[in-house]
């Protein structure tokens, strides 16, 4: 089946500081990617949809400006936090649209912000 | 706005036992419904779907039914392994292929 990678899978860094987490499709074009957000014992929330070459669309809530998404080619989708804080620490998953119905979703990446 | 309700776990069986997850929706419109698994350390995989009334999703052994006049989308297995063990997460897309989760179930299949 297809493949979605994230990068890195982990990450600590120092409150105040701008984080990049790096979502691929190894083997497939996406067009549209997603990323999300899991809270301990928790479900996921989607955050944004990223569509290549424009805008992403982020959901009511989440704020643009901290969450930075870039999705430049159809193979690579970026997620930068910006001045990071302690309560931005998460799982951070991404998906990519293989088809209709159809998303792969990538390992996830842990964020901790101390 | 769109929702999934399933069944709160964990949920602990012995190997060989019957399994049912509960899952229903509520949805405007007619939503494809989703089944996706995360095995420890791993990234979600989608396990069956259904895009319609009455359309049964199946894969490795698990069913589950679309079923609109009661707006569920139950998960069953026959014989569960400890392989299985991982967390189920039950799903809904509307209009532009967002998905909406569930809580998820922790399933922990003992030997």
């Known amino acids: 089946g297809a493949v979605v990678s994230q990068h890195p899978s982990w990450v600590i860094c120092k409150s105040g500081t701008s984080v990049k987490i790096e979502c691929r499709s190894l083997d497939f074009q996406a067009t549209t990617m997603f990323w999300y957000r899991q809270f301990p014992k928790q479900s996921l929330m989607l955050m944004a949809t990223s569509n290549e070459g424009s805008k992403a669309t982020y959901e009511q809530g989440v704020e643009k400006d901290k969450f930075l998404i870039n999705h430049a080619s159809l193979t690579l989708s970026t997620l930068t936090v910006t001045s990071a804080h302690p309560e931005d620490s998460s799982f951070y998953i991404c998906?990519?649209?293989?088809?209709?119905?159809?998303?792969?979703f990538g390992p996830g990446t842990r964020l901790t912000v101390t | 706005g769109d929702s999934v309700t399933q069944m709160e776990g964990p949920v602990t069986l012995s190997e060989e036992a019957f399994l049912t997850i509960n899952c229903t929706y509520t949805?405007?419109?007619?939503?494809?419904l989703f089944w996706y698994v995360q095995y420890p350390g791993e990234g979600l995989q989608l396990l069956l779907k259904a895009t319609k009334a009455d359309d049964k999703g199946s894969n490795k052994g698990f069913e589950a039914t679309y079923r609109k006049e009661t707006t569920s989308f139950h998960l069953e297995k026959g014989s569960v392994q400890v392989s299985d063990s991982a967390v189920y997460f039950c799903a809904l897309s509307g209009n532009g292929n967002k998905l909406v989760f569930g809580a998820g179930t922790i399933l922990r299949v003992k030997s």
């Open positions: 949805a405007t419109g007619y939503p494809s």
């Open positions: 998906s990519a649209k293989w088809r209709e119905y159809e998303q792969y």
